[in-house]
C-alpha cells in the first residue's frame, strides 16, 4: 500500500477523482478522509481465489433476493459522508436508497454507503489497518460489515458501536434482517 500525499489545496473533486481513476484502471485507488490517495497492490492468487468464491456465494443470494437491493464487487467505488472513496470487496445497498440515485449519480463512484460490506484479509492488508477500515464503514452509515481473515482463521462482525470477533472459520455469519436468509459458512473459505 502507498499513500500519496495531495496537498489540501490540490486534492481531487468526486469528478476529478472518478476521471483519474478511470485513466489508471490497472490501479487499485481509494481515497481517504483526509483526501490522501491510497494506491493498493494487486491480491495474491489465492486471496483472488477465495474473493471470487466469497462473490459467488453471494450474488446467489442477491439474485434470487434482487427486489431487496443491489450487490456490488471490489471495482466498485463509493463516495462516503467523511469524503472518502472506499472501495470494498463486496458491497450491497437497499433497493429504495439505490434507486434514489440519479443516473449519473450511479455510472460514477455512488455518493452513499453501502448498507452491507464484507473486507476480505489478503496477505498483503494489516489487519489494523482493515479493522480501522471497518470502524470508518460504521461510522459512515453501513449498517452490518464483516472482516474476513482466512489467513487467522478469523472473522469479525461489526455494527453499529459493536464488534463481534468469530474465534474460527467453522462458524456461519448471518445477514440478520439486513440481508434476510444471506448466511455464510466459513468453512466454505478454508
Known sequence: MLTLRI?????????ELYR????????RIERDSKGQLIIMS???SKSSNLNLKLSGLFWVWNDAQSHLGYGFDSSAGFILPDKSMRSPDIAWIEKARWDNLTTEQQEKFAPL?????IELRSKSDSLMVLKDKMQQWIKNGCRLAWLIDPIEQ???IYQSDTIYEVPNFD????GETILPGFELDLSRLK
Open 171 to 174: 462458524a456461519v455469519l448471518s
Open 42 to 44: 494487486p491480491v495474491g
Open 20 to 27: 483519474f481513476c478511470a485513466a489508471n484502471k490497472d490501479l
Open 113 to 117: 454507503c453501502p448498507d452491507f460490506v
Open 154 to 156: 478469523k472473522a469479525y
Open 7 to 15: 496537498p489540501e489545496q490540490d486534492q481531487f473533486t468526486d469528478d
